[in-house]
């Protein structure tokens, strides 16, 4: 069976983001990483530094031994700024690291991996929220990942959500097609 | 005359992104600030909280001063997994708080700014750096800035956008016109 | 009641966005028009000429007063090369004209309606079909319509729409909202 | 020596998409056609039809056969309601009946070409025109032709053109980028 991993990328605990995804994933065995219970990083690029990257002290690591684990990666964050939360921007950013760290071949293994996105805003999700869909769809096509999907939904106040009958419905058959597959 | 402030997004000292953007800045009076340097937190939504947002000891505040006390701002950053770098995120998300920070009156002074972005890129900046300027125009929209223009320039290797002919006329129209404004 | 038209930008008759929007319709009183039914000239841009747009012959007018009389205002159309139709297209250019059309305040008229938008396509139209969604987003934008939402659908042979689990759900969900509204 | 075609798109002679186009070739040999004074019909699909795409009573063949004896292609149209004009989108519209004409090997000869793109507007192009950009790649992308650069040039009042500093000097570096290949 697909094993199943969302990274959480909201700094909330259990807002409109967070119900959108486990509504989705509702009776569906997977693991979740919280990314703001982790410290992360922002990348320092030493590409073209004589030394090269070296190890970092954070949690980083486990986060990506995770992910390297899964089948299914779930990328789910509210809009920040019309974008990926900060936090999960840290962390994809490390992958540049990740592709020069010897221990694994980090692009290769990504490649056979199937990403979906879950995103909610407030600010007109659905229109304002393509640049970020579009930006996945060149990082995971850099990585030779499936994009399998999104979700959008809108919500402002905390349990907005339940409210988007739109993006219920899209988590309802998201749910129904993981079970199945 | 107008005070013009560049905020650097990379992580990398010198890189392409840095050197169009001294080259856009070549003999006008400018302060920079590189976001590398400062300790930024990744923002906590506490917009729904009780408590509201409480102060955070980092260096963010620092850098608002500065935008605040600026007429023209600079994004200036390399094109990081298609998006500007979790050090720029970092900081930009941390703008909830500032709207919320009752110390000064954020939206109504950013209001009046004009925005500027330069971003590079190794892999088809100027097709798939689109959907960060799509997410500068609904951040500086959202804030009504005047999103003024942008410069997109192509290099990986270190140096290599001085060879692009196309970005480097641009940054030199670019220093034109701010000269003469 | 309100009133409800929709433009089909389809060249062929009973097609997957044919068939997903006649789904979204079910039960819902509205009228159809077919556009490649309709002769309608690409346009002929007389802004700057001394004499001005002039009457031209063909089915436009048609059209035209069939959308100043209804309220809402579904446009319909296949991806062709990732864009609307050219029988679409046509009739879009044409509005250039209508703004400038004495017989009636087009733009005042057009403010007043609610815009929605189902496409279909067949290759990965939820990602490659995200730069029409923005197209029409500016073109209701500039008429000052509301952008009230959209609907994507995949299919390639004829029929396929109908195992586009996700297009055929929205479809329901628009179409409940539009019986309850 | 590279033969260039230029596909003009415009409905106006002598407006500021064919001034900037003009001035980006300027002691350049190349073709132009004014699709404006061609007669090309929308397409009809007829992909799923028994008969199949029947030969069509217009000006398309001569286009397409222009378009199969040149190495560059320049796409050279205003923004019309932020996509290309009603007259570019019916002739590409018609690729897809190409695709399936035995007469010649389209995909392939078109695989072997650059285009170029070159648009203007009066809306802030250099942002509203971004979707119509996207759209070109994923055409290009479709068809395995080079997609060497775009130019995007503001103007509303006829002549405009020539105060958009930036446009003008792209289209000079665009000239002799040309020249000297």
């Known amino acids: 069976m697909k094993k199943i991993l969302v990274l959480h990328g909201s700094s909330r ?7 959108l995804t486990n509504l989705a994933l509702e009776g569906i065995p997977h693991t979740s990483m919280y990314l ?22 954070d949690d980083y690591d486990d ?20 974008g990926m939360s900060g936090h999960m921007k840290d962390f994809v950013d490390r992958w540049s690291q990740s592709l020069r760290d010897k221990r694994f071949h980090f692009k290769e293994i990504m490649s056979k991996k199937q990403a979906h996105v879950i995103i909610t805003g407030g ?20 990585m030779n990942m499936e994009f399998a999907g999104y979700i959008i939904g809108q919500g402002n106040q905390p349990g907005d959500i339940m409210n988007d009958r739109r993006a219920v419905e899209e988590a309802r058959v998201f749910n129904e097609r993981l079970k199945s597959s």
């Open 13 to 19: 605990e259990g807002g409109n983001t967070e119900q």
């Open 36 to 57: 703001r219970e982790k410290h992360i990083k922002a990348i320092e690029d030493k590409r073209h530094a004589p030394e090269g990257f070296q190890p970092v002290d």
């Open 63 to 82: 986060i990506i031994h995770a992910v390297l684990e899964h089948d299914i990666l779930i990328f789910s964050t509210p809009l920040y700024w019309y």
């Open 123 to 142: 600010d007109q999700p659905r229109i304002k929220g393509l640049p970020l869909i579009q930006q996945f769809q060149y990082i995971f096509s850099f």
